[in-house]
Structures are given as C-alpha cells and as structure tokens.
C-alpha cells in the first residue's frame, strides 16, 4: 500500500466514523427525548393519581355523611307538603306571610333521590327576607334555596318593603309509591 492509498483509506475511515458519530449521535438523542416525553407523562400521571387519591378521601367523607343524615324514603306529595308549610310557618314566626306558592312537578334527580320545588313570592323588610332565606336553605335537611329575586315594592310609602320571590328545594328518597 503506498502513501496515498493510506490517505485515502484514513480519509475514508474518518468519513465512516464521523458518519457513525453523528449517526450515534442522532439515536442517543431520540432516545433521550422519547424517555423524556415517558418521564414527564409518568410524572404527570403520578400528580394526576396523587390528586384522585386526595380527593377520594374528601368524596368518601361526604358519602359516609350522606349516609349518616340521609333522610327517610317518603312518597314526593308528603314532601311537598311539608315544604309548603315549613316555608309559610318559617315566614309567619319571622313576622309575614308568604304568597303565590307555586309547586312544581316531581323531578327525578338520578337513581335514588326525588327533588319538589316550591316558588313561593313574600312582600317584608331585607331583615326578615335574609332570616327567612337563612331559615330556609339548610343543606344538612337537604333543602336549598336555588334561586332568589328580590325588588323593591312600588310604593314609596311601604317602609322599605321588598318583594321576595324564591325557589326552594327538597330532595328526598323516593319511597315505592312514587315513580316518574
């Protein structure tokens, strides 16, 4: 082999191996990307079971409450009833006298729980509006006061009277004789 039989095998030799340098090169980097891209995903995945794992604790507390304070089945007519009297009786010890009820048809709010909805409207001072609303909505009864429109009256001389118009709500456990 003469001289430039030997430069031209270095030279080729140093081509293929720059070649496979970069080509090397070029793996690695894939390959650190790809296991990048799996670490922050795991990463992520981790955060997301850390969080479902929190907020398992706090659904499980409020199931074994619900559990705990549920009410007893009774039939969607004995539920609205008692919401109407509550509502007038609740109003009348305040101090007034609510009008225009307004029931609403049974709604079935998923596979054991009813909800009755009364729209009742009262004409009071904001006082015994908000003792009233407070009276009313008490989750822990499973009764909410779910909508609220309050304006004044048209008379100027009404002390500061409002008119209250506001839906509540009670959800029950329905008994066998109701059914939609």
């Known amino acids: 082999m003469n001289k430039r039989e030997r430069r031209m095998l270095l030279l080729i030799a140093g081509i293929v191996l720059l070649f496979a340098h970069v080509w ?15 670490a922050m995903a795991l990463a992520a995945q981790a955060v997301s079971y850390k969080n479902s794992s929190s907020n398992a604790v706090l659904i499980a507390e409020e199931v074994a409450w619900v559990d705990k304070h549920e009410p007893e089945p009774s039939t969607f007519g004995d539920e609205q ?4 009297e509550f509502l007038k ?15 609403t048809e049974m ?20 006082d015994q509006i908000y003792k009233w609303l407070v009276d009313i909505h008490q ?3 499973f009764r909410a006061v779910t909508q609220i ?21 009670q959800w029950l456990i329905a008994s066998n004789s109701d059914s939609l």
């Open 81 to 84: 009833s008692k919401l109407l």
């Open 149 to 169: 429109v309050m304006r004044p009256t048209a008379k100027v001389d009404d002390d500061g009277l409002i008119i209250c118009t506001l839906t509540a709500e």
């Open 24 to 38: 090397g090169i070029k793996q690695y980097l894939t390959s650190y990307r790809e296991k990048e891209g799996k």
């Open 89 to 103: 009786s609740s109003a009348t010890s305040i101090g007034f006298t609510p009008v225009k009820p307004q029931l």
């Open 107 to 126: 709604t079935n709010t998923g596979d054991k729980y009813l909800r009755t909805k009364i729209q009742i409207q009262a004409t009071a001072t904001e």
């Open 139 to 141: 989750p822990t009864e």
